[in-house]
T-cell receptor
Framework: SQKIEQNSEALNIQEGKTATLTCNYTNYSPAYLQWYRQDPGRGPVFLLLIRENEKEKRKERLKVTFDTTLKQSLFHITASQPADSATYLCALDGYGNNRLAFGKGNQVVVIP | NAGVTQTPKFQVLKTGQSMTLQCAQDMNHEYMSWYRQDPGMGLRLIHYSVGAGITDQGEVPNGYNVSRSTTEDFPLRLLSAAPSQTSVYFC??????????????FGQGTRLTVV
């Protein structure tokens, strides 16, 4: 069956350190993968998109990698800040025609 | 620019009642979709539309209807509410289907409780 897996355990990290989240997928062949941020009681907000032919993408303190052989994406927040505390969702073209399928999300808590 | 606007933000229904969740976007986006988000389940696609007059089913369409008479509006109808439809509903829109413009913009969500 098709799966998008993110760690269900919250990641607690000290301010200033790098937070690394993992998104693994099974039985998908996505042309791209996206990452979103979701705060409690709010809708997800787009952060980054990485295509299948791209190994790495950066935006400010965010970095995403995409390994289609391992079927995995890594999401890094460098120099993490308490304001980075949120749930981060990965999404990919899971249904065809660019309709997004989402992972369950991984919570990050940055400790001052 | 308001982005994607959903109403209401909260709703309590009795089993068997019907209602419509409203969604409007002011970005002239072609593509709109409805998701539900349940604890431990993540976001699941209910219905989507690739343009006015065109709709199709997603992963979990049963018990829901949609229509797209205009580019801006994409209402979600619950035909006969059931407790299993208690969830947070999100409407999203994106510019089109090509990968470089599939960034999805989400509304604030509607928290629905069916008793």
């Amino acid at each position: 069956s098709q799966k998008i897996e993110q760690n269900s355990e919250a990641l607690n990290i000290q301010e200033g350190k790098t937070a690394t989240l993992t998104c693994n997928y099974t039985n998908y062949s996505p042309a791209y993968l996206q990452w979103y941020r979701q705060d409690p009681g709010r809708g997800p907000v787009f952060l980054l998109l990485i295509r299948e032919n791209e190994k790495e993408k950066r935006k400010e303190r965010l970095k995403v990698t995409f390994d289609t052989t391992l079927k995995q994406s890594l999401f890094h927040i460098t120099a993490s800040q308490p304001a980075d505390s949120a749930t981060y969702l990965c999404a990919l073209d899971g249904y065809g025609n660019n309709r997004l399928a989402f992972g369950k999300g991984n919570q990050v808590v940055v400790i001052p | 620019n308001a982005g994607v606007t959903q109403t209401p933000k909260f709703q309590v229904l009795k089993t068997g009642q019907s209602m419509t969740l409203q969604c409007a976007q002011d970005m002239n986006h072609e593509y709109m979709s409805w998701y539900r988000q349940d604890p431990g389940m993540g976001l699941r696609l209910i219905h989507y539309s690739v343009g006015a007059g065109i709709t199709d089913q997603g992963e979990v369409p049963n018990g829901y209807n949609v229509s797209r008479s205009t580019t801006e509006d994409f209402p979600l109808r619950l035909l006969s509410a059931a407790p299993s439809q208690t969830s947070v509903y999100f409407c999203a829109s994106s510019q089109g289907l090509r990968e470089w413009n599939t960034e999805a913009f989400f509304g604030q969500g509607t928290r629905l409780t069916v008793v």
